[in-house]
């Protein structure tokens, strides 16, 4: 009679070991931290980028100087940047809003290296993101660049990059193109 309550006594201590053990685990799962949300992107803030999407033809002083593909990607989170120049080099941005600092950025690439990163917002209808790095041709100056994009009636936009080296005394227009469809 005692070995039938012995294995019983076993059984029982058994599924009571497993069953702390399941409830164990299933505590630490629901105490674990979960995956962050994703972000919503449909603010107002995120949104305003949306005036850079499209397929554009870029021309400067009435000449096809390049075409830039501007799409969305992450969940409308930021403006994945193709450009292709008619002379042959290209390069790629990721132009995003930065909702824990409240600012726009942008980093850039092209397929000499050279990379440049921007942040900024929006001066009316226009986003001027700016940057400094050192210059390619002198590593000792400092180039402040600011680039601005600006709606134009009736559809695309016009982007002007000027650049200082002075300590923004000067500016030059580096680049003044007109995005079309």
Known sequence: MHRPIAKLSSILLAASLLGGFVMSANA????????????????????????LLGEWTVSEDDKVVGHNTLSPVFGDCAVREEWKSAGGSDGTSLTFYDSQLDIY???WIDSQGIVLELSGGFDGDSLVLEGRRPSVRDPHTSVHHRIRWTP???????QVWTVSTDGDKTWKTIFNGRYAK
């Open 28 to 51: 630490e799962e629901a105490s674990s931290p979960a995956a962050p949300a994703r972000p919503d992107c449909s603010s107002a803030k995120h949104q305003k980028l949306r005036m």
């Open 105 to 107: 950025r942008q980093t």
């Open 152 to 158: 134009n009636e009736g559809g695309g936009f016009q």
